[in-house]
């Protein structure tokens, strides 16, 4: 530890894993101390003006599972996780103050509600603190664009070739440098429970397709199964569109939300893959889909809070309705649409739905119903274990026709069940009498 000096915080919030992570790799190279943190902030769990919570039981429960695994994996390099419950900047400063730390780490985060915190975090600590961010949510590193962000293209399949011809992946970081044993803080932490902020305590439903738990332990176990043990990345292109089971679609969506996989990682399994394995169509659509989120992530960057205004990034000015009969018709699966209904049960009862699901309920919420699209995507993020601020405003924009499709399609449900569910098959799993007969 000769040369390293001054305590470090890293400040974890969409980064919540050891391996590939840019801010505590960093700290640990340059600091004698470092102490992670992670606030559940009591904001996140309020009721929205929708009666939902801002954040549902599924997602904090992921949430939770991932947080714990974080523990474990920083307690193995002597690293301390403080977690606590309220107003982040306020705990943020408190826990500086008290521990006299020299420097902040975290991931770069631009959306509205995070870059308040951020703002209002350097304003109220002293200007001695040293601020370090980093760009660590890409597949393609901002500093490996092809062009600038104020130039990115406005249409997916332009920004994909360019990056495809002229971009490339970083490498994964290594593990963090093992620390010294320090009892800094000189108690535990535990994360709070469902109830202790409001929620209701969750039951895995015997049908859900997504039975995982989080942490980036339960990330990588699926990538074993998925990719080395199964080898159904071999046919993910064929199944991906699939309503039923856990191996239609490779479900790496919720452990990339939290952080807790890297894109990085992901990109370079699937190389890893296609060396050993198999190429082919299929181990491509997978990095497709990674650009896919890459291209929404960098498309908020581009129009800030444009995203979260009804007119959407192309300020379209379209006849919304907050129709609050129709809005509780969609939530609770009572539309007449029984393969709408169907979708929304699941999400309402295990917190996931497929990719297809989730075009035609959107879809249907914004083109049939007219409905105020903002609205459905906030039930989304309350709802989703995979919500991703960028992909669920950047997708409900893409099917509200206020963001990057360029034919502003709408989806004929019926027709979409027939092709996605022509034996009746999710259906008759997700329906209401069979729920709650």
């Known amino acids: 530890m000769q040369n390293r000096k001054g305590k470090a915080l890293v400040w974890l919030r969409n980064d919540l894993r050891v391996n590939d992570q840019t801010s505590l790799f960093k700290a640990t190279q340059v600091h004698e101390h470092v102490i992670g943190l992670y606030c559940f902030d009591l904001d996140h769990y309020k009721k929205t003006e929708w009666g939902f919570k801002k954040t549902g039981a599924f997602r904090t429960q992921f949430l939770i599972e991932s947080i714990n695994q974080l523990q474990s994996d920083l307690n193995k390099i002597n690293i301390s996780l403080i977690i606590t419950v309220g107003n982040t900047v306020d705990l ?59 130039n990115l293209p406005e249409v997916f399949t332009v920004f994909r070739k360019q990056c495809e011809k002229e971009s490339s992946v970083r490498p994964c970081l290594p593990s963090p440098t093992l620390m010294s044993m320090s009892n800094l803080l000189g108690e535990s932490f535990s994360c709070p429970t469902l109830s202790e902020l409001g929620l209701e305590e969750t039951k895995q439903h015997v049908n859900s397709a997504f039975p995982f738990k989080g942490g980036s332990l339960a990330g990588k176990e699926r990538i074993d199964d998925y990719f080395w043990k199964s080898k159904k990345l071999s046919f993910y292109k064929q199944t991906r569109n699939g309503l039923v089971g856990l191996d239609y679609s490779s479900k790496f969506s919720a452990w990339l939300s939290n952080g807790s996989l890297s894109s990085r990682q992901l990109y370079w399994e699937v190389k890893s893959y296609e060396k050993e394995i198999q190429k082919n169509q299929s181990t491509y659509w997978m990095i497709f889909e990674l650009i896919w989120r890459d291209y929404f992530k960098y498309i908020s960057l581009k129009h800030q809070n444009k995203i979260f205004l009804i007119g959407g990034i192309l300020q379209r000015n379209y006849k919304w309705k907050k129709d609050s009969n ?112």
């Open 92 to 150: 943020i400063s408190q826990w500086v103050n008290k521990l006299e730390v020299t420097d902040i780490y975290f991931q770069n985060e631009w959306t509205k509600e995070e870059h308040e915190n951020e703002k209002a975090l350097r304003k109220r600590l002293s200007p001695s603190i040293n601020f370090h961010s980093h760009y660590d949510q890409f597949l393609f590193h901002p500093d490996e664009l092809p062009t600038d962000i104020s």
């Open 326 to 437: 129709n809005i509780h018709k969609w939530i609770t699966g009572t539309t007449r649409e029984p393969f709408v209904n169907a979708n929304m049960l699941e999400l309402a009862q295990t917190g996931w739905m497929s990719n297809r699901g989730r075009q035609n309920v959107a879809s249907y919420f914004s083109k049939e119903l007219l409905l105020d699209w903002r609205i459905g995507a906030a039930y989304f993020e309350s709802q989703l274990i995979d919500y991703d601020v960028h992909s669920n405003y950047g997708n409900w924009m893409y099917v509200s026709g206020v963001g990057n499709d360029p034919r502003d399609r709408k989806f004929n449900v019926q027709f979409q069940a027939e092709r996605y569910d022509n034996d009746g098959k999710f259906q008759r799993i997700w329906n209401q009498k069979t729920l709650f007969e």
